[in-house]
C-alpha cells in the first residue's frame, strides 16, 4: 500500500540495466509488474531433471527468487535481483495449449515446471500464482505442473481440492546446508512439516536432494537428513525422488565466482563439461552410490531419479 510506484516503458531498462550488484539489491528487493513477450514455454535441456517425463517443459511466471542460495544459477544468470511478475499469464497459458498439441511424445503427458527460475510457492501470499496454474491444468487433462519449492507455504494452497497432474516438489537439505547455503528459506521442520500436510491432504509429493553438496563430511551430513526423512516420512507416500549434484552453466559459474569471493562454493575443484561446470565423474558416482544405499528400503529404485 504505501511502494511508489514507478511506470517504465520496458522492464528491461531496469532489469537488465548495467553494473547492478545483485547481493546488493537482495537486502532492498523491488517489485517489477511486466508484460512478457515470446517465447512463452522452454524446453528442458540437459542440466535439469526431467523425472522420468519424455516431454519435459519449464515456463518463466516470475523471475528471480525471495529466497538467496548461495549455489543458485539465477544471481549468475540475471543482472539484477529484483522480482518481476509478468502480468501477461494468460499468453503463456496459449502458449502451453499450442506444445500440448505439438509435444514430441503424443502419447506421453507435458510435464511443465513453472518454479524452475523462481520459487513460486514462497510468493503465494503475495500473488496466488500457484493457485492459478492449479486451476488453468484442471482444464487441460494432458497437462503435468511440477511445483518446486523450498517453502513451507502450504498452507496457502491447501483449500485446494488435490488432482494427479500436480506434482509438489520439495528440495530438502542438511540443516548445514539451510544454514549456511540456503539463506532466507525455512528451516528443515518447517519444510517436512509441509510435506507431511500435503501428503496428508492427498497430494502427489516428490522429494528433492539437489543439489548434494560435497565436501569434507558431506556423507555424515546427509546421512544425518535421511535418517530425519525416514523417520518422519513414509516412503510409500512419495511420488519419487531426484537426486542431483551442484552444476551450472560455464558462464553463469564464472560470473557469480567472480562477485562471490566469501562463498566456499565456487571455489572447489570443478571440472567443465561441455561448457557444464560441475563436481568430478568420481565425486558423482559417489554421490549416487551414497544417496542410493541411503534411499534403500525407504522408497523403490525405479523411483528414484539421479543427475550424475
Same mark, same amino acid.
Given at each position: 500500500? &504505501? $511502494?511508489e510506484l514507478v511506470e517504465i516503458p520496458d522492464y528491461k531498462m531496469v532489469f537488465n540495466r548495467p553494473r547492478q550488484d545483485f547481493q546488493t539489491? *537482495? &537486502?532492498? #528487493? *523491488? /517489485? #517489477? /509488474? $511486466? @508484460? *512478457? *513477450?515470446p517465447p512463452f514455454i522452454y524446453k528442458g535441456t540437459d542440466i535439469l531433471q526431467h523425472g522420468g517425463f519424455k516431454n519435459f517443459y519449464y515456463n518463466t511466471p516470475i523471475l528471480n527468487c525471495l529466497y538467496n542460495c548461495d549455489y543458485c544459477f539465477l544471481q549468475g544468470m540475471y543482472p539484477s535481483a529484483n522480482m518481476v511478475v509478468f502480468v501477461n499469464q494468460e499468453d503463456m497459458q496459449l502458449a502451453v495449449e499450442k506444445e500440448l498439441q505439438n509435444r514430441p511424445y503424443p502419447h506421453d503427458p507435458l510435464m511443465l515446471s513453472i518454479s524452475y527460475n523462481t520459487d =513460486? =510457492? $514462497?510468493f503465494e501470499n503475495i500473488l496466488p500464482m500457484t493457485r492459478t496454474w492449479i486451476n488453468y491444468a484442471k482444464t487441460q487433462p494432458d497437462l503435468n505442473l511440477e511445483v518446486r519449492t523450498k517453502s513451507a507455504l502450504f498452507s496457502a494452497i491447501n483449500d485446494m481440492e488435490p488432482i494427479d497432474q500436480i506434482l509438489l516438489a520439495w528440495t530438502l537439505s542438511p540443516e548445514k546446508i539451510v544454514k549456511g547455503n540456503e539463506f532466507d528459506t525455512p528451516t528443515l521442520d518447517r519444510r517436512i512439516a509441509a510435506i507431511q500436510s500435503a501428503i496428508d491432504s492427498g497430494w502427489k509429493v516428490? =522429494?528433492?536432494f539437489d543439489p548434494v553438496l560435497v565436501y569434507p563430511g558431506w556423507e555424515t551430513d546427509y546421512s544425518e537428513l535421511l535418517n530425519m526423512i525416514k523417520s518422519e516420512l513414509d516412503g510409500e507416500n512419495i511420488f519419487d525422488v531426484t537426486v542431483g549434484v551442484f552444476r551450472m552453466g560455464q558462464d553463469y559459474f564464472h560470473r557469480i565466482r567472480k562477485s562471490k569471493l566469501d562463498s566456499k562454493v565456487y571455489y572447489q575443484n570443478y571440472e567443465n563439461e561441455e561448457g @557444464? @561446470?560441475?563436481i568430478s565423474q568420481v565425486d558423482r558416482k559417489s554421490v549416487q552410490n551414497f544417496m542410493g544405499e541411503k534411499l534403500a528400503g525407504f522408497i523403490s529404485e525405479g523411483r528414484i531419479h539421479f543427475w550424475v
Open positions: 500500500p &504505501k $511502494a539489491q *537482495k &537486502k532492498s #528487493i *523491488k /517489485l #517489477i /509488474l $511486466a @508484460v *512478457k *513477450k =513460486l =510457492l $514462497a516428490r =522429494l528433492c @557444464v @561446470v560441475t
